[in-house]
């Protein structure tokens, strides 16, 4: 059984720094592209980062430069960490999977609720 669990969300000053986690099980970690979505109230859910093939990451321009998305295959987890954290990042962010040859795979974490707000 696949599982992703999200961790590391909360309440959190503008200017501060969080980091979220994604302990993934029930696959073979490396031979996936994790990535981190979110959606705050009333919009759609929106690409933050993601590893493509080839290890390049995709960000988005709003955050570039203040997250990072990290992997460790040793412990098949994924992380994003975030700096400079602004009321608009507040959202619930998601941690995603999406197999490296077959992109058809793909897995959803439940979640996890990131507030920026003093």
């Known amino acids: 059984q696949v599982r992703l669990v999200e961790s590391g969300g909360g309440l959190v000053q503008p200017g501060g720094s969080l980091r979220l986690s994604c302990r993934t099980s029930?696959?073979?970690?490396?031979?996936?592209?994790p990535g981190w979505y979110r959606q705050a109230p009333g919009k759609q859910r929106e690409l933050v980062a993601a590893?493509?093939?080839?290890?390049?990451?995709n960000t988005a321009d709003s955050v570039k430069g203040r997250f990072t998305i990290t992997r460790d295959g040793g412990n098949n987890t994924a992380y994003l960490h975030m700096n400079s954290l602004k009321p608009e990042d507040t959202a619930v962010y998601y941690c995603?999977?999406?197999?490296?040859?077959?992109?058809?795979?793909?897995?959803w974490g439940q979640g996890t609720q990131v507030t920026v707000s003093s």
């Open positions: 029930g696959i073979i970690f490396n031979l996936y592209n």
């Open positions: 995603n999977l999406v197999h490296n040859r077959e992109n058809w795979r793909t897995y």
């Open positions: 590893f493509t093939k080839g290890g390049v990451t």
